[in-house]
Structures are given as C-alpha cells and as structure tokens.
C-alpha cells in the first residue's frame, strides 16, 4: 500500500488536495479528544464537528489564502459559501477516517519512521538529521507527539483514498479525445455592449424601498465593539532586565562543558545502496562489488574520489568525490558515526552496513573538541541571562496582573499603573469577522464579546493570548447587530438599481445585436482584433465566455455567440477552426502532461462519487442555524 503512495505521489497530492484541508486545519485538540458540544455544526456518522473545530479551520484557511486573493479577499472568505465550503471539507476529512476505522486500516510506527526519514528537507548530506526534525516540529508550535499524531493521521487519509483515485483508469482514446478538444484553436474577435452606456433616470423612492425590504439581509451589520486593553509580556522584562559582569563570568564559569565546540569529523563514503530488508542474494551481490571497490583503494588509496564518482550510489554526494563535510556525533545513522569516529585521518574503513546499504569510508579531517572563550560567549550568556532574569520578573508580575484586572473590574487604569504598562484602543471589531492581533486569539475574542464584557462593561480575565503574553480587555463602546436604516443606505441602493437597469439594456440591446449578425446582417459593433486561443489558452475570459465560445457550432463561418458578463453583454465572433493534430497528440511529449491532467480529472469525478457513496453509508446532519450564526 505505501510503496503505492509514494510512487503515485502527484495523484495522491491531487486526491488530498479535492478532498481534505491541510490536515493542521483540522488541529490537534481535535485529533486527540474531539468532545461532543451542544451546538454542533455537523454531524458525519454520529461524531460531531464542534463549533470550535469549525472555527479553527475558518479562520486557518482564511489565513492562508487572504495574501492570495489580494484586496477583494474579505468580502470571499467572509461568505457563507466559503463557510459552506470549509465545513464540506471537515465533513469529507471525517467520513474518510470513519471508512478507514471500520476497514482497520492502520498506519505502523515502522512505515510513520521511513516516511519521515526519507524527507529531504529533513536530510543532511543524504542522512536523516534529528536536530533539523525537532527543528522543523518546533517551528509548529508541536510536540514530537502532536506532529506524529497528526502526521500519522494524514498517512491514514492516503491509504483510504489512494485505491479510489488508482482505480480511474484513462483509455488512450478517451483522453486523445479529449487533449484535441483542448488545444482545438479558435479565431476570435469580440466587442462589449457595455452597461455604462445605458445609465438611466435615478430610480424613484418606492424602488429604493421596495428594493431595500426585499434584500434586508445585504444590509445586516454585524454586532460591533471598541476596546481598551493592557498587553502583559514576558518580553518587556527580557528587554529592562540588566547583567552584570560578575554573573556573566560566574555563568560562564558554571557552564563550562555547555561552551565546548564538540569533536567533528569530515569523511568521505562510496555508497552501494542496499534496501535493509534485501534478500541474501542482493546482499551478497552488494558484499562482493564493495570487497572489488577496496581492493582497488588498497592498492591506490589516492583513488578514492574518482571511484566515488564512479560507483557511490549517494547523489549527494557522489558528484563531489563522496565528501559528507564536517559532522558531530548524532547526525549520521549509529554503525556510519561509530566507523567513522573510530577512523584515522586518511583511514579507509571495511565496507560498513546501514540501513541505506553499504559504505566503505574514508576519514579526512579531526576537529578535536574545543572550549570557547568567555568573550565568544559573551552576547549569548548576557542573553540567556536576560531570557531568566525576565521569565522570572514575569512570572511574579504574571499573578499579580490576574489578580489586579480581576478584583477592579470597573477600569483597567489600576493595573496599568501598577506595572507601567500603557492603555491601548483597538478600532471598531466585528464579532465574527478576521479580527486582528491579539484578539484573534479565539478566547478573549470570546471574552470581549460576552454578556460580562459588553452589559457590565468589566475587565476580561487576564488571558494568555500567545506563550508568556497576557492581555486583559475592557469594551469602550458597543454596537449591536442591526440592520443599517433604509436612509443610510438610500443612495448605494439607487445606483445598484441604476446598474441593474443598464445590464438589462445593454443585454437587450446585445442579444438584438447577436440576433441581426445571425441572420447575416450588420450590427454598430467594435470589434477587436481576432486572435486564436484554445480552451487551455482562454484564461483571461469567465467561464461563461469560454463556454459559449468553445461549445458553439462552426459548421458555418463566422459563427456568432453572446454572454452576459459583469461590463454589460460580450459578443464573440469566430472566424475560423484549427483542429489539433491526432498524430502529434499521439506522439509523446507536452501532450503527455494534459494527458496526465485527464487522469486527473478523472480521479477527481471517481473521489467526488466515492464520497456521495459514503454520505450514504454515514448519514451526515448539518445544523444551518449554526453555520449561519456568525
């Protein structure tokens, strides 16, 4: 199954890229217990997607593609269709791990270790780096844990899927069809009839307000608040803390063995690869060829780069005469660092056995361990200093802060004063909406808009919105949900109904157009120059466009089609066809990458399928009040 996986590496990133989000979205809270709450927002098999699961993948993805989307982001990802669409993606990541539970498909720890060992960007000079793993787990605000959990799920995902995306298979016919369909070429001009043009009389009061009742919901602003709030931080202590020069030398002096540059070697290796589970035959074949390899080193050992180009089988390395560079001990897999540490300078080792295979090794430089001197160390120990001495002011005043927004709820000047700390306003938040830093943190946003905060108007809780950051709020000014008043929004209305007016005109006056050119008559058009484009080099149009322009018969030319697009009605005149040549989309070469897409697409239709069937076999609820409760 997972050699499956990794040989089918770009139908699986397609398969999980349809059907599943990015599995942190789905967080780790939720992978590890997953409680039922009493508002969820659905429910896939009896198992519930909880509202903070949901909002967590919200606000994950909003994250994600708002630099994408550029300015008009946030009227999308703010959308109930985007919301529907997240939710549909929790419900397929769900109905996928139910049909994998039942079928007890598993993923073992021996399979999650070469998975991730395997991973080049975890890999220094060809070897599997623990430092660069805690590194990068690190860097996800994980444990080794959580990512393994998480990991080890998103490895089960692909072993559900991979059998139905592997199962659509492309007849040569169908899909050299289809690839001449693509790449047909079609002669085009084009002229708009552009709504601008028709701009009429402003629409009368009884419009405006009868447009105004019928569409109450466009008018909706979301319940709205103001802040004051105070930012406790580890990092202002970091920053007053001071160091003096007798607790420098002091540390230094404590920590000695922390300031000890350990021994590195640098060797060279010939690598015959060897999978560790090879038959005795491999075994012994690989054996003999690096028993030949030494021999020849034995008798010219100055030979050795040019039999590393010749026959290491490590493309890291081999290009380079088989140097690996310096490294410290831990950083190569135990029977390479116990031979290689073992070694001479300039010492040929006897053929070495790794889980990679075999390597015959040669040492070519000692750097012996070495202590640092105090002045090399300085700005790191006055740092780490620093780092204590604040955690430490920080954990004293972290109680305190608690204590003092708690038992003065009224004003947060008490504390301010207390830890010198300076009051800050937010803007207006919209309660539902991406709010900003530090109130994105899904509990003091809670916090700011619950009944306490906004009907007493007392202090939150000192909340820990970021490790060793507190921040306590108090709301200055509120707004409730409303819908904005008919005189407010009187003037957007009217020219709504003025744009309205014009797109109708002009797709009157278009279609009148299209009609008398049909008919092989003029029309007061201005046309465009004509330019062929194929269905794969039509990207600058809507879909709309391509579709009538691609889907219109060219028996006779030139052919006529029209759309309404968002500028008024699009006219397009076809002059002329190229059909793509079957013997070139026979032939391999760039065509085979579109047949690729086709397979592609195929998956795609047969995973889509698979997934109606499994609504079937888990019945799925979705609670809408709840999703549209923002």
């Given at each position: 199954m997972f050699?499956?996986?990794?040989?089918?590496?770009?139908?699986?990133?397609?398969?999980?890229?349809?059907?599943?989000?990015?599995f942190?979205?789905?967080?780790?809270?939720?992978?590890?217990?997953?409680?039922?709450?009493?508002?969820?927002?659905?429910?896939?098999?009896?198992?519930?997607?909880?509202?903070?699961?949901?909002?967590?993948?919200?606000s994950?993805?909003?994250?994600?593609?708002?630099?994408?989307?550029?300015?008009?982001?946030?009227?999308?990802?703010?959308?109930?269709?985007?919301?529907?669409?997240?939710?549909?993606?929790?419900?397929?990541?769900?109905?996928l791990?139910?049909?994998?539970?039942?079928?007890?498909?598993?993923?073992?720890?021996?399979?999650?270790?070469?998975?991730?060992?395997?991973?080049?960007?975890?890999?220094?000079?060809?070897?599997?780096?623990?430092?660069?793993?805690?590194?990068?787990?690190?860097?996800q605000?994980?444990?080794?844990?959580?990512?393994?959990?998480?990991?080890?799920?998103?490895?089960?995902?692909?072993?559900?899927?991979?059998?139905?995306?592997?199962?659509?298979?492309?007849?040569?016919?169908?899909?050299?069809?289809?690839?001449?369909?693509?790449?047909?070429?079609?002669?085009?001009?084009?002229?708009?009839?552009?709504?601008?043009?028709?701009?009429?009389?402003?629409?009368?009061?009884?419009?405006?307000?009868?447009?105004?009742?019928?569409?109450?919901?466009?008018?909706?602003?979301?319940?709205?608040?103001?802040?004051?709030?105070?930012?406790?931080?580890?990092?202002?202590?970091?920053?007053?803390?001071?160091?003096?020069?007798?607790?420098?030398?002091?540390?230094?002096?404590?920590?000695?063995?922390?300031?000890?540059?350990?021994?590195?070697?640098?060797?060279?290796?010939i690598?015959?690869?060897?999978?560790?589970n090879?038959?005795?035959?491999?075994?012994?074949?690989?054996?003999e060829?690096?028993?030949?390899?030494?021999?020849?080193?034995?008798?010219?050992?100055?030979?050795?780069?040019?039999l590393?180009?010749?026959?290491?089988?490590?493309?890291?390395?081999?290009?380079?005469?088989?140097?690996?560079?310096?490294?410290?001990?831990?950083?190569?897999?135990?029977?390479?660092?116990?031979?290689?540490?073992a070694?001479r300078?300039?010492?040929?080792?006897?053929?070495?056995?790794?889980?990679?295979?075999?390597?015959?090794?040669?040492?070519?430089?000692?750097?012996?361990?070495?202590?640092?001197?105090?002045?090399?160390?300085?700005?790191?120990i006055?740092?780490?200093?620093?780092r204590?001495?604040?955690?430490?002011r920080?954990?004293?005043?972290?109680?305190?802060?608690?204590?003092?927004?708690?038992?003065?709820?009224?004003?947060?000047?008490?504390?301010?004063?207390?830890?010198?700390?300076?009051?800050?306003?937010?803007?207006?938040?919209?309660?539902?909406?991406?709010?900003?830093?530090?109130?994105?943190?899904?509990?003091?946003?809670?916090?700011?808009?619950?009944?306490?905060?906004?009907?007493?108007?007392?202090?939150?809780?000192?909340?820990?919105?970021?490790?060793t950051?507190?921040?306590?709020?108090?709301?200055?000014?509120?707004?409730?949900?409303?819908?904005?008043?008919?005189?407010?929004?009187?003037?957007?209305?009217?020219?709504?109904?003025?744009?309205?007016?014009?797109?109708?005109?002009?797709?009157?006056?278009?279609?009148?157009?299209?009609?008398?050119?049909?008919?092989?008559?003029?029309?007061?058009l201005?046309?465009?120059?004509?330019?062929?484009?194929?269905?794969?080099?039509?990207?600058?149009?809507?879909?709309?466009?391509?579709?009538?322009?691609?889907?219109?018969?060219?028996?006779?030319?030139?052919?006529?089609?029209?759309?309404?697009?968002?500028?008024?009605?699009?006219?397009?005149?076809?002059?002329?066809?190229?059909?793509?040549d079957?013997?070139?989309?026979?032939?391999?070469?760039?065509?085979?990458?579109?047949?690729?897409?086709?397979?592609?697409?195929?998956?795609?239709?047969e995973?889509?399928?698979?997934?109606?069937?499994?609504?079937?076999?888990?019945?799925v609820?979705?609670?809408?009040?709840?999703?549209?409760?923002?």
């Amino acid at each position: 199954m997972f050699d499956s996986v990794r040989n089918n590496k770009k139908i699986v990133q397609l398969v999980l890229a349809i059907i599943i989000l990015p599995f942190a979205l789905w967080g780790v809270d939720s992978y590890v217990r997953g409680g039922r709450g009493s508002n969820e927002l659905a429910t896939v098999g009896g198992t519930p997607i909880a509202p903070d699961e949901f909002q967590r993948a919200l606000s994950q993805q909003q994250e994600r593609l708002r630099p994408q989307l550029g300015g008009n982001a946030n009227k999308l990802l703010e959308s109930m269709e985007f919301r529907r669409g997240v939710l549909q993606e929790l419900i397929n990541q769900r109905l996928l791990l139910l049909y994998a539970g039942k079928g007890h498909l598993a993923v073992g720890d021996g399979v999650l270790r070469d998975v991730i060992t395997s991973q080049p960007s975890l890999q220094v000079d060809g070897k599997f780096s623990r430092e660069r793993y805690e590194a990068l787990v690190a860097s996800q605000n994980m444990s080794v844990e959580q990512f393994e959990a998480l990991l080890r799920r998103d490895l089960l995902l692909q072993q559900a899927s991979l059998p139905v995306a592997n199962a659509a298979l492309a007849g040569r016919l169908s899909a050299d069809r289809w690839l001449m369909a693509q790449l047909e070429e079609r002669e085009v001009a084009a002229a708009l009839v552009r709504a601008d043009q028709f701009a009429g009389a402003t629409p009368d009061a009884d419009a405006v307000k009868r447009y105004y009742e019928e569409n109450r919901a466009r008018f909706e602003q979301p319940e709205q608040l103001r802040v004051d709030y105070l930012v406790l931080s580890q990092d202002r202590f970091v920053r007053e803390a001071s160091v003096d020069e007798a607790a420098i030398k002091a540390w230094y002096e404590a920590n000695a063995a922390r300031y000890v540059k350990p021994e590195q070697r640098r060797a060279s290796h010939i690598l015959l690869r060897l999978d560790k589970n090879a038959s005795e035959g491999e075994a012994k074949a690989a054996a003999e060829k690096a028993a030949q390899i030494l021999d020849q080193l034995k008798a010219n050992s100055g030979d050795f780069a040019k039999l590393a180009k010749q026959h290491s089988q490590d493309p890291g390395s081999a290009a380079n005469g088989g140097d690996l560079g310096f490294f410290g001990r831990g950083m190569m897999v135990k029977p390479f660092e116990e031979a290689a540490f073992a070694l001479r300078e300039d010492q040929v080792s006897e053929p070495v056995r790794s889980d990679f295979g075999i390597h015959i090794i040669r040492l070519t430089g000692i750097r012996p361990q070495q202590a640092q001197k105090l002045d090399e160390v300085r700005d790191e120990i006055i740092a780490e200093l620093k780092r204590q001495a604040g955690a430490k002011r920080y954990a004293e005043a972290a109680e305190n802060f608690a204590n003092v927004v708690y038992e003065q709820p009224d004003s947060l000047q008490p504390a301010a004063e207390k830890f010198a700390l300076k009051v800050q306003s937010s803007d207006w938040l919209a309660k539902g909406g991406a709010l900003p830093e530090p109130f994105a943190n899904e509990k003091l946003a809670q916090a700011i808009f619950g009944e306490d905060a906004i009907k007493n108007r007392r202090n939150t809780e000192a909340i820990e919105t970021a490790p060793t950051t507190l921040v306590s709020a108090r709301v200055a000014e509120h707004r409730p949900a409303a819908v904005l008043p008919l005189e407010q929004v009187a003037g957007t209305i009217a020219k709504a109904l003025q744009r309205e007016a014009g797109l109708a005109q002009a797709a009157t006056a278009g279609q009148a157009a299209l009609e008398k050119l049909r008919r092989g008559e003029s029309a007061a058009l201005s046309w465009s120059t004509a330019r062929p484009m194929s269905r794969m080099a039509a990207q600058d149009l809507d879909e709309a466009s391509r579709a009538a322009i691609f889907h219109a018969a060219t028996d006779k030319l030139p052919a006529f089609v029209g759309v309404k697009v968002p500028a008024g009605f699009a006219l397009y005149r076809i002059d002329g066809v190229k059909p793509f040549d079957a013997a070139v989309a026979s032939a391999p070469g760039p065509a085979d990458m579109l047949r690729q897409q086709y397979q592609q697409l195929l998956a795609q239709e047969e995973m889509f399928d698979w997934l109606a069937a499994l609504r079937g076999q888990y019945e799925v609820k979705i609670n809408s009040a709840a999703l549209e409760r923002r």
